[in-house]
């Protein structure tokens, strides 16, 4: 079983400086001087399951290059598994949110699976680092890691980037099963502090929330002009594109160019470019409810205005550790199939392919630049980069007060939180407030956007790790 590796590019992290000023750069620096010295000589090995879709594979991108920009040796190495694994380390991820998932079990014959397909994925690990390096292993997938890694003189950090809020039977399955695999790591990292289980010892447990990068394909500026040619030519908006090639920066500055079309499941044409467009970008996950969105905005938004509905998702096919991805946008088309016409015509289910991650970015981060409002409706929610991102591209933003959303978003000053993420009328009625009140709506973008430079770029983010490595030589 042959670990992925996954080349990093460097990125040099006085990009930011236009962004974070003068002094928040400085404090950087001197904590990347600080991370170099300590750090001499030694491996940063980040463990998942993926290395496209989904927020956690992003957002290491993105803190890699900046790592290794800084003068970090960071790396990054995907594991290996087979349909079962990933569909029983879901129902782990689902209970760690609090939800039952597929309702399977977690007893003696999932354990045994987990530990086999585990085995040969850390005797491959075990080949590429040697003690005092240091493994961030991340989520339930890579949780059997940790014992190997910590008996061979490695630090182990556990990244979780899962949680609820509070424990119920789900949770406490869930933790009962990871938990004796996790004994001998020296820390564990939670988005927020709610989502450490009781047994956790404080003196290892941190909390570090995620980032975005905002110059990445999927947050990079983009033109209206340039917005517009990507969405006409993938299929997401009608009329003739213009004659502008869709083409995008890449990361050594040179051109790209948008290859590939969107598969969209639409009665008509794709919305006109000048209607209202409402948005929800997730994985094909019944904890992103999208479902519920589509609902809600056929009940309570398309028969008041001329606003149509954008959800977004990956093929189903192109996110290798999510099993319900294919069941979920099933589900999805036949609840669309049954409503009326007219709400129908107004709703697009838009299925983006995977095969080139930076096209892929480049079309979220159009779709979403495009959209007069932004929506996570979650039922659960480890962080939500998603919105995040929206954040950063200054959107008016509708959201469930759920999980890491909360920390992101004040209701009323950078967005609208909905309380109860089931309640389809208070959905709706937010997602109309924003529709029909453009000036609240650009005043809670406008919010937004200082609040995500402020608290949500890579700086913040690296510089928590760096004390947090600091702090576990200090205690070897």
Known sequence: ???????VAALAPDRLLPLIGAERAERFEETAKAARELLAGRVVLNVNSTASGGGVAEMLRTLLAYARGAGVDAQWVVIQGDPHFFEITKRVHNNLHGAPGDGGPLGSDERRHYEEILRPNADELLALVRPRDIVLLHDPQTAGLAQALARAGVTVVW???VGADASNAHTEQAWAFLRPYLDDVDAYVFSRAAYAPDWADPRRTFVIPPSIDPFSAKNQPMSPADVEAVLHYVGL?????????????L????????????????????????????????????????????????????GAGSAHLLLVGPVVTGVADDPEGAATFERCIEVWRRLPHAERSRIHLACLPMQDAVE??????????????????SLAEGFGLTVAEAMWKGRPIVASAVGGIVDQIVSGQHGLLVNDPRDPVEFGQAVRRLLDDSTYAELLGENARQRATAEFLGDRHLEQYAQLFEQLDRAR
């Open 360 to 377: 892929n970015a480049i079309m979220v981060n159009a779709i979403q630049r495009h959209a007069s409002v932004v929506t996570q409706k």
């Open 251 to 302: 990361e050594d500055g040179s051109i790209g160019r948008i290859n590939r079309h969107v598969d969209v499941l639409q009665t008509g044409p794709p919305p006109p470019a000048d209607v209202p467009l409402v948005v929800q970008v997730s994985r094909w996950d019944p904890l992103k409810d999208m479902v519920g969105v589509m609902t809600a905005f056929a009940e309570h938004v398309a």
């Open 237 to 249: 908006l009608a009329g003739e594109p213009p004659a502008a090639v869709a083409a995008f920066t």
């Open 1 to 7: 079983m042959k670990l992925e590796e996954v080349h």
């Open 159 to 161: 990244r979780c980037h």
